[in-house]
């Protein structure tokens, strides 16, 4: 099993429908994050989490929540999907403070029609 | 704000060929990461470095902190290399936040 699982792998929404993409790890990494990467840019923050009980907002968080059920399990939903959320999500861990490995998911290609 | 550079975007190689992709970056890093990601979209970490140079197979990567640069070496290109290679850099000790390049898209012909 892949140290980072996030499902689905494809998804096809329509516009306005509530879509959750989920993320869970077994390396037991504290931090964990979604990404999101478009055609042509760098990938971007949307949220991250240091632990259960802590979640901040990353460079683009409009139009995203999460929730980290477990130290394991970080969901990225969108309440009202919109076309220009079709894009590439990554989950990623790392294990913090001065150790600045991560683990990447495979990835979700979420397409809103 | 960090800027990550990477060049070049597009780069088309002969199987065999020595490659280099580059990577600078605007202000002084704790590490950075070099990534592959193959079609089909998983990205997967070959290399964290803060400085010098690590080699894993026939990939190389070096990092100059005070000219703010790194680069990525492949020798004996293969066909399956092709992916885009991705540097990202994090700011500051113990910093979380990563900053991403764009991408190089490498693909090697036969």
């Known amino acids: 099993d892949a140290d980072v699982t996030q499902t689905p792998r494809n998804r096809i929404t329509k516009t306005g429908k509530r879509i959750m993409l989920e993320c869970s790890q077994t390396?037991?990494?504290?931090?964990m994050y979604w990404y999101r990467q478009d055609p042509g840019l760098g990938l971007r923050l949307i949220y991250y989490?240091?632990?259960?009980?802590?979640?901040n907002k990353g460079e683009i968080s409009d139009g995203y929540s999460v929730s980290r059920q477990a130290q394991a399990k970080f969901s990225l939903s969108l309440e009202s999907a919109i076309p220009n959320q079709t894009a590439l999500y990554f989950c990623?861990?790392?294990?913090?403070?001065?150790?600045?490995?991560?683990?990447f998911g495979s990835g979700t290609r979420l397409t809103v029609v | 704000k960090n800027e990550v550079e990477q060049s070049p975007q597009n780069l088309t190689a002969q199987e065999g060929e020595f490659i280099t992709i580059n990577c600078s970056y605007s202000?002084?890093?704790?590490?950075l990461h070099w990534l592959q990601q193959h079609p089909g979209g998983g990205i997967v970490s070959l290399f964290m470095?803060?400085?010098g140079k690590k080699k894993h197979g026939r990939l190389i990567a070096t990092i100059n902190i005070q000219e703010k640069h790194s680069s990525l070496h492949i020798t004996a290109s293969h066909p399956r290399d092709s992916a885009v290679y991705i540097c990202?850099?994090?700011?500051?000790?113990?910093?979380?936040?990563?900053?991403f390049g764009k991408g190089t898209k490498l693909s090697v012909i036969p």
């Open positions: 990623a861990t790392s294990e913090g403070g001065f150790n600045y490995g991560y683990t």
């Open positions: 390396k037991g990494h504290d931090r």
């Open positions: 989490s240091f632990d259960v009980k802590d979640i």
């Open positions: 202000v002084g890093i704790s590490a």
């Open positions: 470095l803060s400085s």
């Open positions: 990202a850099a994090h700011s500051g000790a113990g910093s979380y936040q990563l900053t």
